[in-house]
């Protein structure tokens, strides 16, 4: 049975009818746009519409005095159907062709940039973070490039200072030896050192870097507030953690009351997540001076001290 078999009425004229190809026996199958054509038509017409639209708007704007008009067409065709709207396109056209000057400049207004979209055809780069992109390809060339060393270990006696004591009271006891400390991790870490200092001319301080089983264990049972993370679960225990301050005027800075060292906070933690490190500032519990490599399967192996990196700069605090 015919596709058109089950119409109630003959096409009254050829502008009903369908196409030759469509009618039955023609010898060829009927098929739709879509199947033809797949998704093409769709954007033509998502581009006809917009281009439409814009078009619209430049004309209304070149010609005031069509404005009322075609509100006046767009409330009679809600009425009465299409009728106004055809009468408003017949004096829109006759406006057009009573000012050719004004046609032509609506014309190219409106299409210059698709003209120069099309004529250019090649890949554009629209570059608005300078300064970020910049920092984005500094860091992958230090990371890339040659090893950087650890800076000179700090004299002792800056740890144990009253602001010092006061926010870390056992900070004595901690290992600042980059040797502990992994590798990879080492060389992410020295990057934020060389580029708190050199951008924002921050000097930073190692405060902690490996921390044994055992003095993991003496921190957890101080509390949940000084840390939440038993013995072999915190990536200190695997050299891929550490807590850093700040150094000025000749002592290490850590107090979170510090406008300056708050600054300093922010800035290290952008820094030290752009260089594929996990900051402590974003935890529930913050942690400000924290930041960690994680590593699947690390946690929970129970670990016994590192094996010193060879030639390494070393530092002789130690747990």
Known sequence: MSA????????????????????????RPVVGWRGRHGAAPVIV????????????????????GQRARLAAAWRGFAVMGGAPVSRFSRRLGGALLARPAHAVGAVLLVAAPTLLVFGLRGPAIFDFGDEERMTERQIAILLEGEQLVPPPPLPPAVFTTREVEQVRPDIVHASRNWRLLDAEFTQRLLVVFKLMEERHGYRMALIEGYRSPERQARLFEQGSHVTQARANMSYHQHGLAADLAFFRDGKVVISERDPWAMRGYELYGEIAEQVGLTWGGRWKMRDLGHVELRRKGVLGRATGAPEPAPGSTSDPASD
């Open 45 to 64: 017409y998502g581009v006809l519409v917009g281009f439409l639209a814009v078009a619209g708007g430049v004309l209304l704007c070149v010609f005031p």
């Open 4 to 27: 058109y078999a089950n119409l109630k009425q003959p096409f009254c004229c050829h502008h009903c009818a369908p196409p030759a190809w469509a009618r039955p026996g023609c010898g």
